[in-house]
């Protein structure tokens, strides 16, 4: 597995484009986790994405959280394009297939059911 900063580099995230900020905590955790500002904000800019991270009272420990969380999300948007890439692709190469006997079957009989119908529209004598 890559290390944080592997996969940082290969995702394209660049320290300069994140926003960090440490704010102060919430919610349970004792009066040490509402006392210390041990949460971590983070923005990356150019896509304005936001991460916050408040899984342990470690400022370092929620750092490298939160990066991770940012990493995992644009893995998982360049997977989800990696995908619609290949299903466009597949659906262009089955609209281009030609048509099997049996719908060329099927579209001549279509076809002479039309040509009845019509038939049978025309004034009597023509």
Sequence with gaps: MDTLSQRLERLGIREEDLEERFVLGSGSGGQKINKTSSCVYLKHLPSGRE???QETRSREKNREIARTRLCEFFEEKAKEEHLEVAR???ARR???R????????RLRV???VRS????SRRRVGE
């Design 88 to 90: 466009r692709r597949a």
């Design 51 to 53: 991460v916050t991270c």
């Design 116 to 119: 009845q119908r019509k038939d």
């Design 94 to 96: 089955y609209q281009k």
């Design 110 to 112: 279509a076809k002479q």
């Design 98 to 105: 030609k048509p099997s006997r049996a719908a060329k079957a």
